[in-house]
């Protein structure tokens, strides 16, 4: 899922300004064609300037990258490391559970897809930091502006309407992934309190809206950090488990169903479907401007950016194909299903006091539910922000003069709703609603608005050869969003007649 809860700092409308050092003169990516500005422009107050507060420790979390727009202490301007870090924390997330049945869906291709998907996003990542150069010192720098810069009032409402589809299917997805962990965790499939009993998927969507309602009713992000949990080491230690577990039991021993041994190296059928969710991961552009303006050395971005989308590869092809190797055929859409069932570290206790033993592939669900929970309360924040920008609108008099009101809380409590009933219908078809906002939102968002948006705004400075390639990453765009779709909707037609 990946970097879904950063892009309110650009869709925010937050001012985000750099300190001018010895670098400042210099060009922020040196070896691209095209204007980019040469100082960051800044609000001084006194001798000192306000400059962004996105450079975080290298243990930031995606909410406290959020957070750091709230009004606070300044903090410091981040080095590389800190920067490929950020980058990395900004996608990795709960899209990580599903790799292995993406590969199932499609076949062993499945890793030769991932690799070239993980370039063209990371070259995609790279235009909408140069056309953000385009955008006018005199505008907020935010995604919808860009929009707006490149493609009037037209450009601005898709970034709108395609970052709220977004954010609005990366909620339901993470509802859905927060009730799945909690009821793998019950041991019974019916709960009773007195004389009234509810199956446990009732009481696990019951129960986590009195825990979601007061998180969502926070006012400011600023409080939301005792609830943050960092996705990226959740991420790594299931990863982890998942190498250990084939590591412990190569030979499939503790899987007693046989489809474990089925490999495909090429499903053309569901590939489209897998694909989708492959993009979820790789999903999060919008943030990355932000990170730009706040490190010590800007020009050194690009590289920043080389690194992490390779570290990022490396880490997806390696829960993709050991979780796809080790399970086969018997992979489920969320990969700790299968951890819970039947796997090599099934069973294995952590912590025994008394009569409460927790396991490894419990500790795990835990930590899963917990990294998919933290997120809801920011994507709910986000959605209802942009909604209100709707309303109000996007200015920095509009910003500055609004404080969270009535209005704001009662938005994000019938966001919550309405993603509450779409992910209750999704429930047992998360793998295409992943797909689906993979194929349709995340591609539309990341790769076809960024590539569209830097043609129009540099086409009369590009070659010949570089317009063909930036159109050819829109026609790409548009095939995969038009080709995930379908395949879809097909799919989940199919389920609804064969339900019924």
Same mark, same amino acid.
């Given at each position: 899922m990946?970097?879904?809860?950063?892009?309110h700092?650009?869709?925010?409308?937050?001012?985000?300004?750099?300190?001018?050092?010895?670098?400042?003169?210099?060009?922020?990516?040196?070896?691209?064609?095209?204007?980019?500005?040469?100082?960051e422009?800044?609000d001084w107050?006194?001798?000192?300037?306000?400059?962004s507060?996105?450079?975080?420790?290298? +243990? /930031?979390?995606?909410?406290?990258?959020l957070?750091s727009f709230d009004?606070?202490?300044?903090?410091?301007?981040?080095?590389?490391?800190?920067?490929?870090?950020?980058?990395?924390?900004?996608?990795?997330g709960?899209?990580?559970?599903?790799?292995?049945?993406?590969f199932? #869906?499609?076949?062993w291709?499945?890793?030769v897809?991932? /690799?070239a998907v993980?370039?063209?996003?990371?070259h995609?990542?790279?235009?909408?930091?140069w056309?953000f150069?385009?955008?006018p010192?005199?505008?907020?720098?935010?995604?919808?502006?860009?929009?707006?810069?490149?493609?009037?009032?037209?450009?601005?409402?898709?970034?709108?309407?395609?970052?709220?589809? &977004?954010?609005?299917?990366?909620?339901?997805?993470?509802?859905?992934?927060v *009730?799945? +962990?909690?009821?793998?965790?019950?041991?019974?499939?019916i709960l009773?309190?007195?004389?009234?009993?509810l199956?446990?998927?009732h009481?696990v969507?019951?129960?986590?809206?009195?825990i979601?309602?007061?998180a969502?009713?926070?006012?400011?992000?600023s409080?939301?950090?005792s609830?943050?949990?960092?996705g990226v080491?959740?991420?790594?230690?299931?990863?982890?488990v998942?190498v250990i577990?084939c590591?412990?039991?190569?030979?499939? &021993?503790a899987?007693?169903?046989?489809?474990s041994?089925?490999?495909?190296?090429?499903? *053309? &059928?569901?590939?489209?479907?897998?694909?989708?969710?492959?993009?979820?991961s790789l999903?999060?552009?919008?943030g990355?401007?932000?990170?730009?303006?706040?490190?010590?050395?800007?020009q050194?971005?690009?590289?920043c950016?080389n690194?992490a989308?390779?570290?990022?590869f490396?880490?997806y092809?390696?829960?993709?194909?050991?979780s796809?190797?080790?399970?086969?055929?018997?992979?489920?859409?969320l990969?700790?299903?299968?951890?819970?069932?039947?796997?090599?570290?099934?069973?294995?206790?952590?912590?025994?006091?008394?009569?409460?033993?927790?396991?490894?592939?419990?500790?795990?669900?835990?930590?899963?539910?917990?990294?998919?929970?933290?997120?809801?309360?920011?994507l709910?924040?986000?959605?209802?922000e942009?909604?209100?920008?709707?309303?109000?609108?996007?200015?920095?008099?509009?910003?500055?003069?609004?404080?969270p009101g009535?209005a704001d809380?009662?938005?994000?409590?019938?966001v919550?709703?309405?993603a509450?009933?779409?992910a209750?219908?999704a429930?047992?078809?998360?793998?295409?609603?992943?797909?689906?906002?993979?194929?349709?939102?995340?591609?539309s968002?990341?790769?076809?608005?960024?590539?569209?948006?830097y043609?129009? #705004?540099?086409? &009369?400075?590009?070659s010949?050869s570089?317009?063909?390639a930036?159109?050819?990453?829109?026609l790409?765009?548009?095939?995969?969003?038009?080709? $995930?779709?379908t395949?879809?909707?097909?799919?989940?037609?199919? $389920?609804?007649?064969?339900?019924?």
């Amino acid at each position: 899922m990946s970097g879904f809860t950063h892009f309110h700092t650009v869709f925010s409308g937050a001012d985000m300004t750099t300190i001018p050092g010895e670098n400042a003169t210099k060009p922020l990516l040196q070896d691209h064609e095209g204007t980019s500005n040469d100082v960051e422009h800044g609000d001084w107050i006194g001798d000192k300037e306000k400059f962004s507060r996105t450079s975080c420790s290298p +243990s /930031t979390t995606k909410l406290e990258l959020l957070e750091s727009f709230d009004d606070g202490p300044v903090g410091v301007l981040q080095s590389d490391a800190q920067t490929v870090l950020n980058i990395v924390n900004l996608y990795v997330g709960v899209g990580l559970l599903s790799l292995g049945y993406a590969f199932r #869906l499609g076949g062993w291709i499945s890793l030769v897809v991932l /690799t070239a998907v993980s370039y063209i996003f990371a070259h995609s990542a790279k235009l909408i930091c140069w056309s953000f150069d385009k955008v006018p010192r005199s505008m907020v720098q935010s995604y919808p502006n860009l929009g707006t810069t490149a493609m009037g009032k037209l450009g601005h409402w898709m970034v709108m309407v395609m970052a709220l589809a &977004e954010f609005f299917g990366a909620s339901c997805m993470c509802l859905i992934i927060v *009730w799945q +962990s909690i009821e793998m965790l019950l041991r019974s499939e019916i709960l009773c309190l007195g004389s009234m009993c509810l199956s446990s998927r009732h009481a696990v969507i019951i129960g986590s809206t009195v825990i979601m309602l007061p998180a969502i009713w926070i006012r400011t992000f600023s409080r939301l950090t005792s609830i943050s949990f960092s996705g990226v080491m959740s991420s790594l230690l299931l990863t982890a488990v998942v190498v250990i577990s084939c590591a412990a039991d190569p030979n499939r &021993e503790a899987i007693h169903d046989t489809s474990s041994l089925f490999h495909e190296s090429v499903n *053309w &059928e569901h590939l489209p479907i897998g694909a989708g969710i492959l993009v979820v991961s790789l999903s999060g552009h919008a943030g990355l401007p932000s990170m730009r303006r706040s490190m010590k050395n800007p020009q050194n971005f690009e590289h920043c950016l080389n690194v992490a989308f390779t570290l990022m590869f490396l880490l997806y092809a390696t829960m993709g194909s050991i979780s796809y190797f080790y399970f086969g055929g018997a992979l489920k859409v969320l990969v700790t299903a299968n951890l819970n069932e039947a796997s090599g570290v099934t069973g294995f206790v952590l912590l025994s006091l008394g009569k409460l033993r927790i396991t490894i592939n419990e500790a795990v669900t835990v930590l899963v539910a917990m990294s998919a929970y933290s997120t809801i309360p920011a994507l709910i924040y986000v959605i209802a922000e942009l909604i209100m920008d709707m309303i109000y609108g996007t200015t920095s008099s509009h910003q500055q003069n609004r404080s969270p009101g009535a209005a704001d809380l009662i938005a994000r409590t019938i966001v919550m709703g309405l993603a509450y009933m779409v992910a209750i219908l999704a429930y047992n078809v998360l793998g295409s609603v992943e797909s689906t906002v993979g194929g349709v939102c995340s591609v539309s968002v990341s790769l076809l608005l960024p590539s569209l948006f830097y043609y129009k #705004l540099y086409k &009369e400075e590009l070659s010949a050869s570089k317009k063909a390639a930036v159109l050819g990453m829109c026609l790409f765009g548009v095939v995969c969003l038009v080709g $995930i779709a379908t395949i879809n909707v097909l799919e989940l037609a199919n $389920i609804i007649l064969v339900c019924e």
